[in-house]
């Protein structure tokens, strides 16, 4: 016979902080290697980064102790946390099917139990793509490859990130607010609806290039300041600024930028190894960098290697379930790791220092609870009772050392 507890003791016990965290870390790439600092307490977070080294050296003699030149520090503010929230809803008839009376405080631990992990594992794989999508790619969830149609259909880029009921807003001269009602993933389109469920809408106002963000990301204040737009420089797409300082500024805001737009196929470990070398000479940082790319290109990698083994050999894979590999390729110019991830756009790869960044946060993810404790709100409808349970992760990603990464962009 089933045991009956408290829906609430269960939430606790079953979806707590660490569960979530450690799900969300082994899903996404960089939240699991990326350094944590928990103790923003939200309002402006000051950020310094060093404009400029000592530099007083002189041959035959002591440099003038009015002239030594000091280390120059500047300091620029991320405003406030960026938060993304996502909501479980629980019907109590699931949850209290097995129990044999109903009710908040005799649900079937067993049927909970049942339901869970199904829900908990997609819930978090979709946390995961919104997440690491929006580190290191930009906010927006892909880009309309066409202008809408009459019929409510968009021909997107990277269909296999929507879901069926997804809300979204479609952003460029104008805003499309809808929902989406059907996928062609393999013909890369969505049908979009003005209403959950509803009917095709027109989507005429959508234009080629158009971005599409998840609910709220159509405010540049609510989203994430991702890794390429900290990067990048603004000749080739990124932010002038970081966090307030302007790049050109001092060389220590600028991480080597290499223009790949002669990349292709058969020569992509030919310009990963000689952009390494040149992100290692210019940039100072140590070499122990992992270079993120998209599955994309690590297919022409596998390939090169097939092919050059004489060039360049193989050392080490590494295959996680959660959707990245990790491969160790030693060449005439060193020994290089590279890191496939899912959500990393096909344009960029990018040389990651692991050292030179932070995720800054106050409490990483976390359950909303109300003051009494209770980690979960009710709600009664005519069709009966459901559980709302919500889950934050508030923070930012700063790259504080710029000058330690690298980036190749503009790659076709």
């Excluded at 460029?172 to 890369?188: E, F, K, R």
């Excluded at 709302?388 to 330690?404: A, Q």
């Amino acid at each position: 016979m089933a045991t009956t507890r408290s829906f609430n003791n269960m939430l606790l016990e079953y979806v707590h902080y660490g569960l979530l965290k450690d799900e969300h870390d082994k899903r996404n790439y960089l939240m699991q290697k990326v350094e944590r600092d928990n103790g923003w307490k939200d309002g402006p977070l000051p950020i310094a980064f060093e404009g400029g080294a000592e530099s007083s050296f002189k041959l035959g003699g002591l440099t003038d102790e009015n002239d030594i030149a000091e280390a120059v520090f500047v300091k620029g503010y991320c405003p406030q946390q960026k938060e993304i929230w996502g909501s479980l809803k629980w019907h109590e008839r699931d949850l209290a099917e097995h129990s044999g009376s109903g009710g908040s405080d005799s649900v079937s631990e067993q049927s909970f139990l049942k339901n869970l992990p199904k829900r908990l594992n997609s819930f978090m794989d979709a946390m995961k793509e919104l997440v690491s999508t929006a580190l290191l790619a930009g906010s927006h969830l892909g880009k309309c490859t066409a202008a809408g149609t009459a019929g409510g259909v968009l021909a997107v880029d990277r269909p296999e990130r929507f879901v069926i009921g997804q809300k979204l807003q479609v952003v460029g001269n104008s805003t499309l607010v809808c929902y989406v009602v059907a996928i062609d993933v393999n013909g890369n389109k969505l049908t979009v609806s003005a209403t959950r469920g509803g009917a095709a809408v027109d989507a005429t106002s959508v234009d080629l290039g158009d971005k599409i963000y998840i609910d709220g990301g159509q405010t540049a204040a609510n989203r994430f300041t991702d890794l390429v737009d900290q990067l990048l420089p603004a000749s080739a797409g990124g932010s002038p600024t970081l966090f307030g300082v302007n790049k050109l500024s001092y060389p220590f805001l600028q991480p080597i930028c290499i223009d790949g737009s002669g990349m292709s196929s058969v020569n992509v470990l030919d310009v990963i190894f000689d952009a390494w070398q040149e992100v290692i000479r210019k940039g100072r940082g140590t070499t122990d960098k992992t270079i993120l790319m998209s599955y994309k290109h690590m297919g022409h990698v596998m390939k090169q290697l097939e092919k050059n083994s004489g060039a360049f050999r193989h050392v080490e894979t590494k295959v996680s379930a959660y959707g990245y590999t990790e491969i160790t390729i030693a060449g005439a110019k060193g020994v290089v790791k590279l890191a496939s991830v899912q959500e990393m756009r096909d344009d960029v790869m990018i040389f990651v220092d692991w050292s030179a960044m932070k995720f800054h946060t106050n409490g990483d993810f976390h359950i909303h609870k109300d003051p009494e404790g209770k980690a979960y709100h009710t709600v009664r409808s005519t069709s009966g009772f459901y559980y709302v349970t919500d889950l934050c992760l508030r923070g930012e990603l700063v790259v504080s050392s710029p000058w330690k990464m690298g980036i190749i962009h503009s790659i076709p």
